[in-house]
């Protein structure tokens, strides 16, 4: 019987916690991209300012730029999406106390036709954390000193994953997604 909770992504974070000798790790394939764009109540919050963001941008595009025309765009800041307590479940060890995310790529203006307009974004995007303990909390006290005494030393690590999405707005509203996940995946 497994005393928390446990999912593939936690076993593996918890695994180069505990054994990975604080070697930085880049984790980077379709399970990851997967995980990570799975909308659910850790990644909620992340996924909303990532849509903000982006509309945001779409908005601030549609009417100066011509259609087929590509833009660099860009985005960095903190996204705190979990509770940090310690446990298995790989949301709650990816939320830490100040994770960082950004994305890189273009946007493109596709289509302009009436009262609509239709931007896609093909964007790498970037979480970028450190797992160690944090005696803020009172299960990464207690389980945090059992992983250290197997030898845990904390890590950095980056998640990334590559995403294409079409945001679109027309004079009946707008929104995502159209033709791909409004977050990459």
């Known amino acids: 019987m497994t005393v928390f909770p446990t999912d ?7 695994r180069d916690y505990i054994w990975g000798n604080g070697q930085f790790r880049h984790y980077e394939d379709e399970k990851w991209t997967a995980y990570m764009t799975n909308e659910n109540r850790i990644t909620k ?3 909303n300012r990532m849509r903000e963001v982006l509309t945001e941008a779409a908005k601030k595009r549609c009417g100066r730029m011509r259609h087929g025309q590509s833009e660099r765009i860009h985005f960095a800041g903190d996204v705190s999406v979990g509770d940090n307590e ?3 479940i790989g949301y709650n060890l990816i939320g830490g106390a100040n994770p ?3 994305f890189v790529g273009n946007v493109k203006k596709l289509n302009s ?3 609509c307009c239709e931007m896609e974004f093909d964007l790498r995007y970037v979480w970028y954390d450190v797992t160690d303990r944090n005696l803020k ?5 207690r389980e945090g000193a059992v992983a250290e005494a197997l030898g845990a030393k904390p890590y950095s ?5 590559n995403g294409k999405s079409i945001w679109r707005e027309c004079s009946s509203g707008s929104g995502w997604p159209h033709g791909g996940s ?3 995946g």
């Not at 690590?157 to 994953?161: A, Q």
């Open 157 to 161: 690590y980056v998640i990334t994953w």
């Open 137 to 141: 909390y009172t299960t990464d006290r």
């Open 100 to 102: 960082h995310f950004y």
């Open 8 to 14: 593939e992504i936690g076993r593996v974070i918890s």
């Open 182 to 184: 409004d977050i990459g």
């Open 86 to 88: 310690w446990n298995s």
């Open 45 to 47: 919050k992340f996924i």
């Open 113 to 115: 036709s009436g009262p």
